[in-house]
């Protein structure tokens, strides 16, 4: 049943699944917005640096990201891909890459692989995701930039990461950062 006040296209969204991948909730007009950027506009990705995925497929000394970066690019020529510490936050030069922006994708990955490494890791990877957000929020000339969360979780904790995450407007969730997982993602970005 749709809620009140949405329309259907906003209910098949929220519903909107590839493989591993699914919207969880997005703003038709942002995801519009999204999928329809001019050539010209950057997609700025910021990603966890995290260690590789179990039996991953890259080599070691490949971003385990990268793949979604490249993902995107098919779709978008121009991708910036930004890989932040969860533990030292924003930096200048994340800052210099969103003025950039025509658009927004921040990952947070929390599988149970990762989490182990550092107890505090989902709480800062948040905290970098919410202050992009506000900065966005703050900038006027980015006010129509979309922001789009992939939220990258498994196991126990899935479910409170997912309520930690109940402000963002525009999140897509997956189960774990494989090559199939992350190309699942951009599908579901952008509807195909």
Do not use: W
Not at 57 to 63: I, Q, S, V, Y
Not at 150 to 155: A, Y
């Amino acid at each position: 049943m749709t809620a009140p006040g949405a329309s259907n296209l906003t209910a098949l969204l929220q519903g909107a699944s590839v493989g591993n991948a699914s919207i969880v909730r997005c703003p038709a007009t942002m995801l519009d917005r999204f999928r329809s950027l001019n050539p010209a506009e950057y997609i700025i990705l910021f990603t966890p640096v995290v260690p590789h995925p179990p039996s991953t497929e890259l080599d070691l000394n490949m971003d385990p990201f990268e793949p979604l970066g490249r993902s995107l690019s098919r779709r978008h020529s121009r991708i910036r891909h930004v890989p932040y510490v969860p533990s030292k936050g924003m930096t200048q030069t994340h800052i210099d890459f969103l003025r950039a922006a025509g658009a927004v994708v921040v990952v947070v990955c929390t599988t149970q692989n990762i989490a182990p490494q550092n107890a505090h890791g989902y709480d800062e990877q948040t905290r970098f995701a919410r202050d992009v957000s506000h900065r966005i929020q703050q900038d006027k000339s980015l006010a129509s930039v979309p922001r789009l969360l992939v939220l990258i979780t498994d196991g126990p904790n899935t479910q409170l990461h997912y309520d930690g995450v109940e402000d963002f407007p525009a999140v897509i969730t997956c189960s774990n950062y494989t090559l199939a997982a992350l190309e699942d993602v951009t599908r579901v970005m952008f509807g195909a």
